[in-house]
């Protein structure tokens, strides 16, 4: 049976290769010879863009941990009005991208904006004659970033406190804990673990912001990648940064699994928590409304209304030639990432089934690292590769006394693409993944017994049974492939936009109602994987 998987292996450990090579050729680049531009930043502004990232990153991670586990607890143990509103929507802000909300709170609170307005005429104030925090600062970007990226510790600690185990909360109420006791000393300390894994998941994104911090004026590592490429034309010193900024989130997915070492949790879900949830009354229970439900208008309901009322009067100027045609290749581009991803997804997950060992284990390991990358560092990775590939067949063709063909990997859509794929073909694996652990070893067994091979037993047992899961895993590499702005501004090719590039640029130059329309549709799509991952959640529980 060996040999005839070898096929399998191949094509596993090759495409775990391909996807791997951007993140080696960042440390390669990065181990290469070192420029006079990088010693000059690490001399000049790379201690600032440090330490604005540093602070950047603990400050989002402390707001999204105070927002989301009051949220989640609320939600998984709590009774209050409109609950199952609320327990899906407080997952929506995670779908507006978080430069959109950025923009749009700078259009409220600038100085020129409606609420300084209003608080000047209301109160017959000059300018000068009072203070109003400045929302284009370090903390203006912790706060926006924030309401954007706290349902990822929402979602974790709401599955988690669901899943606890009844006789704990029963043995609470006996002792007589008030809700709040029970929560700080049983509830909490048992969802550490899921605390962690959301912390790093939003420190990850984070660090890997750019369109954010870029309007917000603060300089950090991934705009000093931005910034280092493109003004300065160095890509070693640029791959320099992207590694310490590699290494800084090896560091964070180290210490969340270093944190976990010893923890050990053994407690039986129960299905039914109706019963052992408290019943809030009074101020309690109209604080915990109000409290839910002022962040999705916060963080969503109002954001998304502003785009629509923008959209809706400035429809005559967005609805153009330009905006079609970027669609489309938004769509064209998104459309082959998702079916090269599911592709992948399928030949390491297959590989996985049919070999069940280390070596296929490592290999779906090494196929899900670039989801880790942000997507300004992944496009230093990608750029190494193609621009060496590029290279190579010109020299060659010049050798050969042939027309050289140009820039045929690095100036078209093909940089892009690999890229998306390497960045989101983790999602397509963990989807095809949990599909195909649920076919019972038993049809491999009796297809093998009627004679199938490994193609036939692909294509004709396991296909039918996870078409679901594969077309989930193909959704959500499409919108993850929609939304991605980082790795977009860097690798499209000339005269090129996506609705993420398009929506940046409009925004960038102060014109976000032209940017409202495309900004409406990649929220919308960005709603999709939300609802399959709220419906999956409540189909577990």
């Known amino acids: 049976m060996k040999e005839k998987n070898i096929v399998w292996k191949t094509s596993s450990g090759a495409l775990a290769l391909l996807l791997v090579l951007p993140i080696l050729a960042i440390f390669y680049t990065a181990l290469g010879e070192t420029s006079d531009i990088f010693a000059h930043l690490i001399n000049t502004v790379m201690p600032t863009y440090t330490y604005n990232t540093v602070v950047l990153v603990l400050g989002v991670m402390l707001v999204s941990l105070c927002l989301g586990v009051p949220s989640a607890w609320i939600m998984a143990m709590c009774k209050i009005p409109s609950e199952k509103v609320l327990q899906w929507a407080l997952v929506l802000p995670l779908a507006m991208p978080g430069y959109i909300i950025g923009y749009i709170f700078t259009d409220w609170f600038d ?3 409606p609420i300084q307005i209003w608080l000047r005429e209301t109160f017959s104030l000059l300018p000068g004659e009072y203070w109003f925090p400045d929302i284009r600062t370090l903390g203006g970007a912790i706060a926006v970033l924030s309401l954007v990226l706290y349902p990822y510790v929402y979602l974790l600690c709401r599955a988690a406190f669901m899943e606890q185990n009844v006789s704990l909360l029963q043995s609470a109420r006996l002792l007589k804990c008030s809700p709040w006791e029970s929560f700080r000393r049983i509830s909490l300390p048992l969802v550490r673990p899921s605390i962690a894994v959301g912390l790093s998941l939003v420190a990850m994104e984070t660090i890997g912001d750019f369109g954010t911090v870029s309007y917000f004026a603060v300089n950090t590592l991934t705009t000093a990648v931005y910034d280092t490429w493109l003004g300065y034309s160095s890509l070693s010193a640029a791959a320099k940064i992207s590694a310490i900024m590699m290494l800084v989130i090896v560091f964070l997915l180290g210490a969340e699994r270093y944190s976990r070492r010893k923890q050990k949790l053994f407690q039986s879900q129960y299905n039914s928590h109706e019963d052992f949830r408290y019943h809030l009354s009074g101020w309690k229970k109209w604080l915990a409304v109000m409290w839910c439900w002022g962040l999705v208008s916060i963080a969503f309901i109002f954001p998304l209304g502003q785009l629509i009322i923008y959209a809706y009067k400035y429809f005559s100027q967005s609805w153009t030639e330009e905006f079609r045609m970027y669609a489309f290749n938004s769509l064209q581009v998104s459309m082959i990432a998702a079916v090269i991803g599911v592709v992948i997804a399928l030949v390491v997950n297959f590989y996985r089934r049919l070999a069940p060992n280390h070596t296929s284990v490592v290999f779906m390991r090494l196929s899900s690292l670039g989801y880790a990358v942000p997507g300004t560092v992944l496009a230093i990775g990608v750029m190494v590769p193609v621009l060496f590939l590029d290279h190579g067949i010109n020299d060659f063709a010049k050798w050969m006394d042939w027309q050289r063909p140009g820039l045929i990997f690095s100036g078209s859509m093909f940089a892009l ?48 049974l996870i078409k679901r899961g594969v077309l989930i895993a193909g959704l959500l590499v499409f919108i993850e492939s929609m939304k991605e702005l980082n790795a977009a501004l860097l690798l499209r090719p000339f005269n090129f936009e996506t609705l993420a590039t398009y929506v940046f640029n409009f925004a960038s130059d102060e014109q976000l109602e032209l940017a409202a329309m495309p900004a409406v549709l990649l929220v919308l799509v960005g709603l999709i994987p939300l609802i399959v991952i709220n419906r999956s959640l409540e189909q577990n529980h």
């Open 111 to 113: 100085f020129a904006g």
């Open 417 to 464: 693409i690999f890229a998306l794929v390497v960045r989101f073909s983790a999602v397509a694996i963990g989807s095809i993944e949990t599909s195909l652990s649920k076919v019972s070893p038993s049809l491999d067994m009796a297809a093998r017994t009627m004679g199938c091979k490994n193609n036939q037993m692909l294509r004709r047992v396991h296909l039918p």
